[in-house]
């Protein structure tokens, strides 16, 4: 019995790291796939409503709001534990890094070139930016991970 407990013990000591770093990839990839669909949902919602939609980013509150002209479009989203707003695309110079974003997206227009990185407490990062071309959001891999 002490054989056998011993073991699974071994056995789960060097798995741990493994799973660990499984599920913070699942966190920030699902954090990551919820910041696109929220981008993609307020470009649909801009022009099915044909309204004005604001997007805010803030960096320092951890959270995307979306509000419109219409006064029963408001969404936000609140990161998961463990995940942060690490920088806003594109850099504007001149304004505090923590200040909030506003980017306007207009009904029929192109959706405005924007960006956001996010982080997790371990270190593994993703960039969700709007492709120029097509307006749909694309989640990336930095390239600090390309060998993780």
């Known amino acids: 019995m002490l054989i056998v407990i011993s073991i699974i013990a071994v056995i789960t000591g060097i798995s741990y790291p493994s799973i660990a770093s499984g599920l913070d990839n699942l966190k920030i990839g699902a954090a990551a796939d919820s910041v696109a669909a929220f981008l993609d949902s307020a470009a649909i919602k801009a022009d099915r409503r044909q309204a004005v939609v604001e997007v805010t980013i803030s960096r320092r509150n951890n959270l995307l709001f979306l509000r419109s002209t219409d006064p029963t479009l408001a969404r936000k989203f609140d990161f998961p534990e463990g995940v942060r707003i690490e920088q806003v695309f594109p850099e504007v110079y001149g304004i505090p890094v923590d200040a909030p974003r506003q980017f306007v997206i207009y009904p ?27 307006g749909i959001p694309v989640v990336e891999r930095p390239n600090l991970e390309a060998g993780k």
């Open 108 to 134: 029929g227009g192109a959706v405005p070139a924007m960006g956001v990185s996010i982080v997790s407490d371990s270190g593994k990062r993703r960039l969700i930016r709007i492709h120029p071309i097509t």
